[in-house]
């Protein structure tokens, strides 16, 4: 029998003032971990590279040159029926099929293997009731610098491709790709938005593009999941959110928050806004880095949407196999209560493994193993 085991909370329980950015003998928890401190110079730099990142979100930058095949632009693609709350809905609950087979070898398509998810997503229900540290949890401080950095590489990468003040060669490459205008890719680039997804989808489950009948059926096994309601789905909201806070810092920074002192992991990442206030300094002038906002967009260059991870050849092939994919009008329902439930788990067992820790668990796993006494009174 499957279950959380309550050793993996347990072991969150004792690097809870990590979590909240505390230092270990900095007294009892709180629950109100003050905002990261900086100074007004840090604060105009935060601001400044927050719309910086937010710029770069918009056109899907920074990203690789974007290299169309030139007999692309006479391809007619179909458009999809489907609805875009109905391709978000068979997205999901594929990629909930694909985290639980990779999280806990669970086959949802196979008969009998969903009450093995139902009975983990039961057990860590009943572990985060009995946890009061986690549910008073509170990583806002950890999450912060973790947002902060995450700004400060992603205008980093941008700087290094040049986009903070691109050429006008580099500038006319990406206004048109291949020679012609971005918006003549429109043709192309519109339904395969669209199809993108079910395309995944399709190649995840690895059933045929062109035979809709395998795709169809894999949907409707999946479709029948039921799982119990998160009970505590705010805490386990803030613990992921945690945890991929302390992931993110940990792969940038090569520091783990959950041993570093949080004022060491605070110095590091304002020591690369520094560097960072100096290059925007150099490529955009220094009045930007005290700019309002409306200021600031004024003066940045217009980055056209970079399609290059959505139109790839791999991708346009199968785009190309999608006449009959393109003509389904399943009855697709907008929200599935199984699959929020059922992500939710995978993500936060994947965290914890991340961390070294074995979350789900065969029962029993020792001498004091509670998961038969917990699933008999559920």
């Excluded at 347990?10 to 809870?16: D, G, P």
């Excluded at 940045?300 to 190309?320: I, S």
Aim: with cysteine.
């Amino acid at each position: 029998m499957s279950c959380f085991c309550r050793k993996a909370v347990t072991e969150l329980e004792r690097r809870a003032a990590q979590l909240e950015g505390t230092p270990p003998n900095g007294g009892a928890l709180t629950g109100s971990a003050s905002p990261v401190q900086t100074s007004p110079v840090q604060t105009g730099t935060a601001s400044t590279v927050r719309q910086l990142s937010h710029w770069l979100a918009a056109s899907a930058q920074p990203a690789p040159p974007w290299q169309p095949q030139p007999e692309w632009r006479d391809l007619r693609l179909p458009m999809p029926k489907l609805s875009e709350p109905a391709v978000n809905t068979i997205s999901t609950l594929v990629h909930l099929h694909m985290m639980t087979r990779a999280q806990f070898g669970i086959d949802l398509l196979q008969p009998g293997q969903a009450v093995k998810l139902a009975r983990v997503v039961a057990t860590l229900n009943h572990r985060l009731a009995g946890s009061p540290v986690l549910q008073t949890l509170d990583p806002r401080r950890l999450v912060q610098l973790a947002s902060h950095n995450d700004a400060l590489d992603h205008v980093r990468a941008a700087d290094r491709l040049g986009l903070l003040k691109p050429v006008p060669e580099q500038q006319a490459a990406m206004a048109a790709p291949g020679g012609v205008p971005l918006r003549q890719w429109a043709p192309l680039l519109a339904p395969l938005r669209r199809l993108a997804p079910l395309l995944a989808a399709a190649r995840q489950l690895g059933v045929p593009v062109d035979d809709t009948a395998p795709l169809a059926a894999a949907l409707r096994e999946l479709a029948r999941l039921t799982l119990p309601a998160l009970t505590e789905a705010d805490t386990l909201h803030r613990l992921c959110t945690a945890l991929s806070a302390v992931r993110r810092l940990r792969d940038s920074l090569g520091l783990d928050p959950l041993t570093q002192d949080f004022h060491a992991l605070e110095e590091k990442v304002q020591q690369k806004g520094r560097v960072l206030a100096q290059i925007i300094a150099q490529k955009l002038g220094p009045q930007a880095l005290a700019m309002p906002p409306e200021r600031l967009a004024e003066i940045l260059p217009k980055l056209p949407m970079a399609p290059g991870a959505l139109a790839n050849e791999p991708t346009v092939a199968l785009a190309q196999q999608a006449d009959k994919l393109a003509e389904v009008e399943w009855k697709v329902p907008d929200h599935l209560p199984a699959v929020p439930a059922g992500l939710m788990t995978c993500t936060f067992t994947a965290q914890l493994t991340a961390l070294g820790l074995s979350a789900v668990q065969e029962a029993p796993c020792g001498q004091e193993c509670d998961a038969a006494a917990l699933m008999r009174a559920a």
